[in-house]
């Protein structure tokens, strides 16, 4: 099963000003919030035509922050961002694997009635 991340937050490495920044992508970070999913923010960095790459710097344990290089290309243009994402711990499960979970079982049985068959 894949891991699931959240956003915490995003930052521009120590050498980019802000100013220096495409207004897309200026509107891309206004609109993310923390908590989104990993998958919100790739969609929504899709979604605005910023062919987003995100790629892990170092690995991080469940519960932890790990932090994640997200690069953006604007035309021509490729903006690198830092993205802190918290490994979330639990993760429900999938509606086909609580079908198979409990089509697979047979049904519970009262005690008492082992006698009769």
Known sequence: MADAFELVALALPGDTAPESLPTTVRQF?????????????????????????????????????????????????MVSLVAHLRRVVTRRASARQRKGATTSRPPARDPRQASLF
């Not at 990993?38 to 344990?61: D, E, F, H, N, T």
């Open 29 to 77: 970070v206004s609109e993310c919030w923390p908590g989104m999913s990993r998958g919100q923010l790739v969609a929504r960095a899709r979604r605005m035509v910023l062919r987003p790459s995100l790629r892990a710097c170092r690995a991080s344990a469940p519960g932890e922050i790990g932090l994640f290089a997200l690069t953006l290309t604007v035309g021509t243009q």
